[in-house]
């Protein structure tokens, strides 16, 4: 019985202090404006950016090698493409450059080009260009 009623007794002197006024009028602890930090970290929330994968695909041939041009991305994506091959043989030289738009689907692959070309040195480059700028771009040397 004593414990319920110095619990009561804590209870009325807690109210009655949350309603003194001396501290309505208390002051508030003051506001610091701290200036922002160069390094400080900032988030903001924008809208997701697409990713992209590369590949050039090398298969050999009875005359030579094929190489495919090769896309992939994670979403619904509009996007550009170059693919050059610069190839050196005993016989000389070539150059092949295929080039255009192309519409993919997210999480499937597509073929953004094929050429043959004789055995021998060759650089292949594919370049993948979205609406924000480059996606993925691959080198790939014999």
């Given amino acids: 019985m004593k414990t319920l009623i110095t619990v009561a007794a804590l209870a009325a002197i807690a109210s009655c202090a949350a309603q003194s006024p001396i501290a309505a009028y208390a002051d508030p602890t003051p506001l610091v404006a701290h200036p922002p930090a160069k390094d400080r970290v900032r988030t903001a929330y924008a809208e997701p950016v697409a990713s992209a994968a590369c590949k050039i695909r090398e298969t050999r041939t009875a005359d030579g090698l094929r190489l495919e041009a090769i896309a992939l991305s994670d979403q619904l994506l509009q996007a550009d493409y170059e693919?050059?091959?610069?190839?050196?043989?005993?016989?000389?030289?070539?150059?092949?450059?295929?080039?255009?738009?192309?519409?993919?689907?997210?999480?499937?692959?597509?073929?953004?080009?094929?050429?043959?070309?004789?055995?021998?040195?060759?650089?292949a480059v594919l370049t993948l260009n979205g609406p924000d700028g480059e996606l993925c771009r691959l080198e790939r040397r014999s």
């Fill in 83 to 123: 693919f050059s091959i610069s190839s050196k043989t005993a016989g000389g030289s070539s150059d092949v450059t295929q080039d255009g738009g192309v519409d993919l689907a997210a999480g499937r692959s597509a073929t953004l080009g094929v050429a043959e070309i004789p055995r021998g040195r060759y650089l």
